[in-house]
């Protein structure tokens, strides 16, 4: 079975995702490229051997009986009507995150697939990442004890990437800044490890750094965990370095009854009741942040939910949970209180 596959939104997550596809390919095809720049696409098709139809517009992408599935890379304003289309034309979803510009639309998409019977699934590459299934073992299995604590962090400038006026820097097309782009990240990787959240709080700033933003670029928050575990997190899209000697420039640190595990200068653990992790922090010869790998994996995941019909482990059901905690996070800052999260 070939699932035929049609890209919407050519870009940077785009091209990420390519190698899932060239290590898939006696599973699957791209057979169209689509960007509102032309030139993406056709340039995107090129690389793929020419063979792929090319479009700017991504209704026609859904509208071609030869598509099978969608791989949505367009910006965050987008996602929603792209979805909400692809479900009445009966296509199998791989959607970018963020899923959505708010709760609302998250559900609405989510009961949409749902009806049509289809496979959805978010891109949250980072629960992919090939260290991160150990890692969550190791916690489930109780290594590190109870976790009571994490701290995650992550440092970027948007500006240097991005070009003056891009749909990021603008909070009605991408839905907020730093927290629903970058945040959602490691936000959705520690309800993967720690499970869901109950409350938080949050407070944000525009540095002006990043010229025409007008969402937040700076944003500290605190999360309190349905097990009763505290996480404090720190994002930034205005950072001249990156100071966290991680390979992703993102922290992240576990605090447990027994031990803790942290992924600075690799990833180490220290446990009371693991030999060999008894006398302080120890490496764990864990992979670090190949994020390369993560999209193949990602892309592969997906692709064997389409052959088996199985659910996604970042189903769109899933992430509904991730959603509203960045929606709850906003809530925060707006009435400057602790607020809880509502979950489905």
Request: hydrophobic share 40%; net charge negative.
């Given at each position: 079975m070939t699932i035929r596959v049609g890209l919407i939104g050519c870009g940077l997550m785009a091209r990420a995702h390519l190698p899932g596809y060239e290590a898939a390919r006696d599973q699957s095809e791209i057979v169209m490229c689509c960007d509102n720049h032309l030139k993406?696409?056709?340039?995107?098709?090129?690389?793929?051997?020419g063979?792929?139809?090319?479009t700017s517009e991504w209704q026609a992408v859904i509208d071609n009986p030869q598509v099978d599935a969608v791989d949505v890379c367009a910006p965050h304003f987008l996602h929603a009507p792209i979805v909400l289309a692809a479900a009445k034309a009966g296509k199998h979803v791989l959607l970018e995150k963020p899923m959505a510009m708010n709760l609302g639309e998250a559900r609405q998409m989510v009961s949409a697939m749902e009806a049509a019977g289809k496979v959805f699934m978010v891109a949250q590459n980072q629960r992919y990442l090939p260290e991160h299934k150990?890692?969550?073992?190791?916690?489930?299995?109780?290594?590190?004890g109870r976790v009571v604590a994490a701290r995650i962090d992550g440092n970027q400038f948007l500006s240097r990437g991005y070009p003056e006026g891009h749909w990021l820097f603008s909070k009605k097309l991408a839905g907020g800044g730093v927290i629903r782009t970058t945040a959602i990240h490691k936000i959705d990787l520690m309800r993967s490890f720690l499970g869901d959240v109950r409350r938080v709080t949050a407070l944000y700033s525009t540095s002006g750094?990043?010229?025409g933003m007008d969402s937040e670029d700076i944003a500290a928050f605190a999360m309190e965990f349905?097990?009763?575990a505290i996480g404090e997190a720190f994002f930034t899209f205005a950072a001249?370095?990156?100071?966290?000697?991680?390979?992703?420039?993102?922290?992240?640190?576990l605090y447990g009854t027994k031990g803790m595990i942290s992924n600075i200068n690799g990833w180490h653990m220290h446990s009371t009741g693991v030999d060999g992790y008894t006398e302080?922090?120890?490496l764990m010869g864990l992979p670090n942040a190949n994020y390369a790998e993560s999209f193949v994996h990602e892309v592969g995941h997906f692709l064997e939910c389409v052959a088996t019909g199985q659910t996604p482990i970042t189903s769109g059901h899933d992430n509904i949970k991730t959603i509203a905690i960045i929606d709850a996070l906003y809530r925060s800052y707006e009435t400057g209180k602790t607020t809880l999260v509502e979950h489905p």
């Open positions: 993406l696409a056709e340039d995107t098709a090129a690389k793929l051997g063979t792929a139809a090319v150990p890692i969550k073992k190791l916690l489930d299995d109780g290594a590190i750094l990043n010229p349905e097990n009763g001249y370095q990156n100071p966290i000697p991680t390979a992703s420039h993102e922290l992240v640190i302080g922090m120890q």
